[in-house]
C-alpha cells in the first residue's frame, strides 16, 4: 500500500522550474530521506505535500486522497515538523496545544495534550508562556504540536537543526516510538543522522531526482560521493 | 499569433479610419450645440467614448482575473494587468480633456462632481494595483494577489458611482444622445467616435499582449540556451 | 460543529494574545489622541466648535488607525511561522478570514467606543447624539463602517505581509477599495453629531444606510470567497 504517490510533478516559480519531472511513491510505513543542495527543491516538494503549495501540474495521491481535490481530508492525516516551531510566542504550552488540537477537532483534547506534554518532558512548564522557553524547548514542544492530531504522515523539514543535544534525543525517542505505524518524508542535511533512520534516501539536484534507492541496495561510500558531488557542484 | 496579429492590423486600421472620419464629423458636419456651452461640447465626441473604453478595459481585467484564478494560467494575468494598464492610459485621456473641459466651462480645473471624483479614486485604485504587483516576487503569488484586487476593485468602480451619484447633488446631464437637440449627424459622429476608441483599445490590447508574450518568450530561450 | 469551534477558537486566541500583549490596542489609542491635536492645530479648536466637520474628523481618525492596527495583526502568524501551521490544520480558508476579521473589527471598535467620548469632548459643544433617537442611528453607521473597515483591511493586510512593502500596501491598497463608504459613514456620524435633521439630510442619511449594508454584504463574501484563492496552498 502506498501512502504517497508522486507522478510527473512539475512546480514553476514563474519561468523558474524549481521541480522538474518529480515521479516517487512511499510505501506505508517507510522511512524517506531527502537530501540534496541548497536550493535543490527540497522544500518545495515537502511544502506541495504538505498541502501549502500548488504544483504547477502533475499528480499528487496522498493517503488514498488526491492533492487538490479535497485538502482538508489529506491535512487530517499528515503533520509537519520544520525548523520554524510554529508556536505562538505568548500563549502557554498547553495553549498551544490545545489550539491546535481543537482545529483539528481532536477528540479527548486534554488528555492527548498532557500526553504529549509527558512525552517531550515539558509537564513541569505546561503553563509557562512559550516566550520564556529555551530554542530546544520550542522545538520539543513543535514536535508535540504536530503529532496532537495523531497524523499517520509526518514531513519532518529539516528537524534537528539548532537542536541541542537532549532535544535530539527526545526527537529520536519519539520517531523510534512511533515509526512502526508512520510513515515519514525527512528533508536533512545532516548525512549520518538522515541515512541512519531511513528505509529510503533520495537525492535532488537542481529539481531533479538524481538518486532514490532503498537502503539496503545503497552502498554508503558510493552514496556520499554522489552526494557530495551533487553540494559541490551547486557551489 | 497569426490570427491574433492580422486581428491587430484590421483594428488598428479600422481605428485610423474611424478617428479621421470622427474628427471630420465633430469639427466639420455635426452643428454647433448653441442652447448650453456651445464649442466646448464637441469635446464629448471623444470624451465620452474614451470613458467607456476606460470601463471595457478594467472589465477586462476583472475578467481576465477571475479566469485566473479559476484556471491558474498565467496567461490569463498577462491580460490582466494589459488592460489594467490601457485603462489607465485611457483614463489619464479621459480626465486630461475633462480638466480642460471644465476650465472652459466652469473656469476652475477642478471640482468635486461625481464623475470627476470617481474617477480620481478608479485612477488611484489601479495605480495601487501596479503598486501591489511591483512588491511581489513570485510570479504565481503576485498573479494570485492582483487578480484578487483585479476583482474587488472592479466592485469598487460600481459602488463608487453608485455611492457619489446618490450622496452629492450630480451636476445636470451636459449631453445626452436622447436629447431632442441631438441631430442625426451628431449622433452618427458619436458613434462613429466610440466605435474608433473602442478599435483603437481592441489594438492595443492585441499589440501590449503580443509584446508581453514574446518578451516572455525571449526570456525562455535565453534560459534555455544558458544566457 | 466544527467550523464555528475553528473560528472561536482563531477568534479567543487573538483577544488573549491582544490582552496579554497590548501591543496594538495602547498603539492604536494614542494614535487617536494624536490625531485629535493634529485636529486642534489645524482648525484652532479651542475658539471654534467643530461639529460641521465632526463626521469627518472622526473617520479621518479612525481609518488610520484602524490602519495601524490592522497591520500588525498578522505580524504575529508570519513571524513565528504560524500562519503556516493555521494553513496546515484542516479548516476552510474563510473561517480564517472570518475568524481574524471579526478580532480586528471587535480591537477597533473597543478603541473607538473610548475615544468617542473623548472626540465628543474636545470638539462638540453641543452633542446632539447623546439621545437615544440620534445615538442609535450614529451606533448603527459606526458599526457597519467598522465592518467595512475590518473586512477589507483584514484581506488587504493578508496580501500585504506576503510583499516586500508590507506594511505601506494597507493604507495605499485599502483606502481606495474603501472609498465607497467613506462619504456614507460622514454623512451618518456628521449628520448625527448635529441638530435638527432636515428632510434632505434624512434622505442622505437613509442612502448612506442604504449603501453601507449593500457594501458590508458583497465585499464581504466576495472577500470571503476569494480568500482561499488567495492564500493558495
Not at chain 1, 107 to 133: N, P, S, Y
Not at chain 2, 51 to 62: C, I
Not at chain 2, 136 to 148: H, I, K, N, P, Q
Not at chain 3, 39 to 46: L, P, T, V, W, Y
Request: hydrophobic share 50%.
Amino acid at each position: 500500500m502506498r501512502e504517497i504517490e508522486v507522478n510527473n510533478l512539475n512546480k514553476y516559480f514563474g519561468r523558474r522550474q524549481v521541480l522538474k519531472q518529480i515521479n516517487f511513491s512511499v510505501k506505508k510505513g517507510a522511512f524517506l530521506s531527502i537530501f540534496g543542495p541548497n536550493g535543490a527543491g527540497k522544500t518545495t516538494l515537502v511544502k506541495i505535500l504538505s498541502t501549502l503549495e500548488r504544483p504547477t501540474d502533475g499528480q499528487v495521491t496522498i493517503a488514498g486522497a488526491v492533492l487538490g481535490q479535497d485538502p482538508t481530508q489529506i491535512r487530517k492525516r499528515i503533520g509537519l515538523i520544520s525548523h520554524s516551531p510554529l508556536l505562538y510566542l505568548d500563549l502557554t504550552a498547553y495553549e498551544n496545544l490545545e489550539f491546535y488540537g481543537t482545529l483539528y477537532g481532536v477528540a479527548g483534547l486534554k488528555e492527548r495534550a498532557e500526553f504529549l506534554l509527558d512525552q517531550v518532558e515539558l509537564t513541569h512548564r505546561r503553563h509557562d508562556l512559550v516566550r520564556t522557553f529555551s530554542k530546544g524547548m520550542q522545538q520539543r514542544l513543535a514536535i508535540a504540536r504536530a503529532l496532537m492530531h495523531q497524523p499517520s504522515i509526518l514531513f519532518l523539514d529539516e528537524p534537528y537543526s539548532g537542536l541541542d543535544p537532549h532535544a535530539v534525543d527526545i526527537l529520536d525517542g519519539l520517531i523510534d516510538s512511533i515509526r512502526a505505524d508512520h510513515t515519514f518524508v525527512m528533508v536533512s542535511h545532516n548525512l549520518d543522522k538522515g541515512l541512519s533512520l531511513c528505509s529510503d534516501a533520495m537525492i535532488i539536484e537542481a529539481g531533479r531526482i538524481i538518486f532514490h534507492e532503498d537502503k539496503k541496495d545503497i552502498d554508503v561510500d558510493e552514496f556520499q560521493q554522489v552526494y557530495r558531488r551533487s553540494v559541490r557542484g551547486e557551489m | 499569433m497569426a490570427l491574433r496579429m492580422r486581428l491587430f492590423y484590421a483594428l488598428a486600421a479600422l481605428s485610423a479610419v474611424l478617428t479621421v472620419a470622427g474628427l471630420v464629423g465633430a469639427f466639420y458636419i455635426t452643428p454647433l450645440e448653441v442652447k448650453q456651452i456651445g464649442f466646448t461640447q464637441k469635446i464629448f465626441y471623444f470624451h465620452v467614448p474614451m470613458a467607456s473604453t476606460s470601463g471595457v478595459a478594467f472589465g477586462v481585467t476583472l475578467v481576465a482575473s477571475i479566469a485566473y484564478l479559476i484556471t491558474r494560467d498565467l496567461k490569463w494575468d498577462t491580460w490582466a494587468y494589459v488592460g489594467a494598464e490601457l485603462g489607465l492610459i485611457f483614463g489619464s485621456a479621459l480626465m486630461t480633456m475633462g480638466i480642460i473641459w471644465t476650465r472652459s466651462t466652469w473656469g476652475v480645473w477642478w471640482t468635486w462632481d461625481p464623475r470627476l471624483t470617481s474617477y480620481l479614486v478608479v485612477m488611484l485604485l489601479y495605480g495601487a494595483y501596479f503598486v501591489l504587483r511591483s512588491s511581489v516576487e513570485g510570479a504565481a503569488e503576485r498573479a494570485r494577489y492582483s487578480a484578487s484586487i483585479g476583482i474587488l476593485g472592479y466592485i469598487t468602480v460600481v459602488f463608487t458611482m453608485i455611492s457619489t451619484r446618490i450622496l452629492r447633488t450630480a451636476h445636470p446631464v451636459v449631453f445626452s444622445l436622447k436629447d431632442p437637440g441631438v441631430t442625426p449627424d451628431m449622433f452618427y459622429t458619436f458613434m462613429v467616435a466610440m466605435w474608433s476608441a473602442f478599435a483603437l483599445f481592441g489594438a492595443f490590447l492585441l499589440a501590449k499582449v503580443t509584446i508581453e508574450n514574446l518578451t516572455e518568450e525571449i526570456a525562455n530561450l535565453k534560459d534555455e540556451i544558458g544566457g | 460543529m466544527l467550523p464555528l469551534r475553528q473560528l472561536w477558537v482563531i477568534l479567543k486566541k487573538d483577544i488573549l494574545l491582544e490582552l496579554r500583549t497590548k501591543e496594538m490596542i495602547l498603539s492604536m489609542f494614542i494614535f487617536v489622541l494624536l490625531t485629535m491635536l493634529v485636529f486642534d492645530a489645524a482648525f484652532m479648536a479651542d475658539k471654534n466648535d467643530l461639529t460641521t466637520f465632526g463626521g469627518g474628523l472622526l473617520w479621518l481618525a479612525f481609518i488610520f488607525m484602524s490602519f495601524l492596527g490592522l497591520n500588525r495583526s498578522f505580524v504575529h502568524e508570519k513571524d513565528e511561522g504560524c500562519f503556516d501551521g493555521l494553513l496546515l490544520s484542516p479548516i476552510d480558508r474563510s473561517i480564517i478570514y472570518v475568524a481574524k476579521m471579526l478580532g480586528n473589527l471587535i480591537l477597533i471598535s473597543v478603541v473607538e467606543a473610548a475615544a468617542i467620548p473623548i472626540f465628543t469632548i474636545f470638539f462638540i459643544r453641543y452633542p446632539y447624539y447623546a439621545h437615544w433617537d440620534h445615538l442609535w442611528p450614529f451606533v448603527v453607521g459606526v458599526v457597519l463602517g467598522n465592518f467595512a473597515i475590518a473586512g477589507v483591511g483584514t484581506f488587504v493586510a493578508t496580501l500585504a505581509i506576503n510583499t516586500k512593502r508590507r506594511e505601506q500596501l494597507l493604507p495605499i491598497l485599502g483606502f481606495p477599495l474603501l472609498y465607497p463608504v467613506m462619504g456614507p459613514i460622514v454623512i451618518i456620524s456628521g449628520t448625527m453629531m448635529g441638530g435638527k435633521i432636515g428632510a434632505l439630510a434624512a434622505k442622505q442619511v437613509a442612502g448612506s444606510m442604504q449603501i453601507l449594508v449593500a457594501y458590508d454584504i458583497v465585499f464581504f463574501v466576495a472577500m470571503a470567497m476569494i480568500y482561499d484563492m488567495v492564500l493558495g496552498e
